[in-house]
Each structure stands twice: as C-alpha cells, then as structure tokens.
C-alpha cells in the first residue's frame, strides 16, 4: 500500500518549509510541519516548568496524557497552524530555545510513539505534503512521493540567521552555524527514527537554487513520477473479423491484443515504438507466452492491460492480461531484445524504457 503523502525530510533550515508551502499552494493540498510538533511538545514541558535535559519519561507521559495537538486555523483567512490545549502559540515556536528543546524531546521514544499516530491520521484526509526528519523513514516509509532536501552547512546557517526571531540576540553565523550542526548531530545519532535519507528519497540539494528553482524542480518529479505510474488500460471492442468459426476470437489474436497495448503503454509515457524506430531502436519480439483462460466473442468489450515486467541488458519482458469486465481471457508476455538498427546488434535498453519498469 502506498500513502499520498509527498515526504520532505533533511536536515535543519534546509528549505523544507519553505518549498512545503509552496509545493502545498502549487497543488492545493495541506501542509504539514511536524517539526512544529515536537516544538509543541517542548513548549508544552516549558510551560510546565521541565527542562527537557532532565525530565524523566514518566513525567513526560503524564503530560502527553493531558496535551491536545491539532492543526487548526488561527482565523477565517489563516493558513493552518499548530494549537496545543486550545492556545495557539504561533511565533513562540520558533525561538532558537524552544528548537533546542524540540532536539532534545525528539530523542524520547513516548514522545515520538505518541506523535506518530497523530500524523498518521493527519494523512487521511487525501493527499498532503509533509516535512520533518523521519517523514520517509518511519512514519510513512510508503509514502508516494519523497524528497530529502538539503543545502551546505553554511547556506543553512545563512538562511536561518535571516529569519528573523529564529536565533538569539548577538548571534553570529559562526553560532548559527554551530548551533545547527549540533542539532543535526542529534538528529542523526537518536537511537529512534533517526535523520537519515530514505533509500527511495530523491536527494535535493539545493544550495545554489532559489526557491522557485527547488519548487519546479520537485513539481517536475512528482509529474514524472505519476506518469510512470499511471496504468495504460486499452479498451477495444471485438469486431467480426477476429472471430473464427467456432464465434470466438481466434487465438492468434491475443498476441495482436498484446501489441496494441504496448503500442499505447509506449505513447502513454510518451515514447512511442514509431519514435524509437525512427531513433534506430527496434524491439523483436524474441518470446511470446499466452495462457488462455475464457473465450471472447463479437462485440464483447475488453480491457488489455500490462506493464514491463523485466528489463535486463538488453532484454524487455512486457506482461499483458486481457479481460472482459473482471472475467480474465487470457494473460502472458513477450520478451523482447533492444536492437541497434544501425549495425544489426543488441544494444542495452535505453533509460526512458527502464524507467517503465514496475
Ligand atoms: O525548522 P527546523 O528545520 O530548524 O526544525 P524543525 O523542522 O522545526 O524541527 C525541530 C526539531 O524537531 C528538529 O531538530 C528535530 O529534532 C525534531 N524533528 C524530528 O525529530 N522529527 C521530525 N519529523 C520533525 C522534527
């Protein structure tokens, strides 16, 4: 199973919340900064008089027993912002302090457990993007789509010395910067759900890009990604000509059927076979498997799906099931063998065509 959720995780003032916004306005759909939960958390011990550095994990649950945290807005016309037992403490959260105690509370498994079904739930509404430092990892190591964004320790401590009330008076960019390493350290070494980059995570860095470069630049992956993910289904009505004598559609047909569909599989991810011939790429057919499960007949109406199965050196599997309406006719594959039309020799199977592969 897969969960809508677009997953941004990096490290500290790496961007993340800045192309979460605008990823979230691009595309309509809520955001989510869970950073600002576990600074919830810390504001909430603060208010309580505990020093995150000595709190025991007892005291903690306690608290957590009797802490409400949702995503509410502030007014009408207000984006959504964090609110802790009613309050909503909005710039408070962002205090260098109050970061620090956010670090420090994140290395507690309860507190983690307890936030991790709270933003579970937030992704059920549809899809949403959501940023933090485990979003691909641990709470939705199935998310659709992630990103880990990152950025130079120095252009990090850059950007966040320019927003403003997010360090201490006199601060230098030799201190922020030392302050975000230490906080980085943290999050990277905590025995649960440390920082890290999810294998599947697209690496961004962004160092030398503004911020409607990173915007476009994800935008264009999440497109690419969804376009390589959208199932080609071929609707074909069986006309007289495909019948035999026995009114059924004759055999040989399937693997007629089965060439049609890749034929639009390949345009529907804008390669198509004419193009690639035009390149100097032929695929012959080198394989063909058909199992034969139920019969059609004239003017039955099927739907011919499939996928590229397998793609190796310089061979393609393509599978292919036939159906009339959830009855399956017939399923099998092809295998095919990349040629370079130039010299009549194999050739490997070029990247757009990899890129298929399920
Ligand atoms: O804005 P910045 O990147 O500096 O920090 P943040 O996203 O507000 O997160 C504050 C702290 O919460 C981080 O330093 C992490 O220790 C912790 N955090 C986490 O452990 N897991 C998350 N998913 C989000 C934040």
């Known amino acids: 199973m897969t969960s809508d959720v677009i997953a941004i995780d990096g490290p500290a003032a790496s961007g993340k919340s800045t192309v979460a916004r605008n990823l979230s ?8 900064n869970t950073g600002s939960l576990y600074r919830a958390v810390a504001w909430k011990l603060r208010k309580n008089a505990l020093d995150p550095d000595t709190v025991s994990p007892e005291e903690v649950d306690r608290i957590l027993a009797d802490t409400r945290i949702s995503y509410e807005k502030p007014a009408p016309d207000a984006p ?3 609110r802790i037992d009613g309050v909503f403490p ?7 302090d109050i970061a620090s105690g956010a670090s420090k509370v994140a290395t507690m498994p309860n507190v983690r457990a307890w936030l991790l079904d709270l933003q579970r739930g937030m992704a059920k509404l549809g899809r949403i993007v959501m940023e933090g430092r485990d979003i691909g990892t641990a709470v939705f190591p199935d998310a659709r789509f992630k990103f ?16 403003s009330g997010e360090t201490v008076d006199g601060a230098t960019l030799e201190s922020v910067a030392r302050d975000i390493a230490a906080r980085d350290e943290q999050d990277s070494r905590r025995a649960v759900a440390p920082l890290k980059r999810a294998e599947d995570a697209v690496l961004v860095d962004n160092s030398e890009w503004e911020s409607h470069q990173t915007l476009q630049f994800m935008l264009d992956k999440i497109k690419e990604k969804e376009t390589m993910e959208k199932e080609t289904v071929l609707n074909y009505r069986v006309p007289y000509a495909d019948t035999d004598q026995m009114g059924v559609v004759y055999y040989a047909n399937y693997l007629k059927y089965f060439e049609m569909f890749r034929s639009e599989m390949l345009i529907d991810a804008g390669l198509s076979y004419l193009q690639m011939e035009k390149e100097g790429i032929a695929l012959p057919v080198i394989e063909a498997v058909c199992r034969y499960k139920s019969s059609a007949h004239f003017e039955d109406r099927l739907t011919i799906t499939g996928r590229v199965a397998e793609a190796k050196g310089v061979r393609v599997k393509i599978e292919c099931e036939v159906r009339c309406g959830v009855r399956l006719l017939a399923d099998g594959y092809t295998v095919h063998a990349c040629m370079d039309m130039k010299n009549n020799r194999p050739t490997r199977v070029p990247p757009a065509l990899l890129k298929l592969l399920k």
């Open 25 to 32: 306005e691009a595309l309509g759909i809520p955001y989510i």
């Open 80 to 82: 959504p912002d964090i």
């Open 90 to 96: 909005g710039q408070e959260l962002r205090s260098a």
């Open 148 to 163: 880990f964004l990152t950025a130079s320790p120095m252009v990090r401590a850059r950007r966040r010395l320019a927003q």
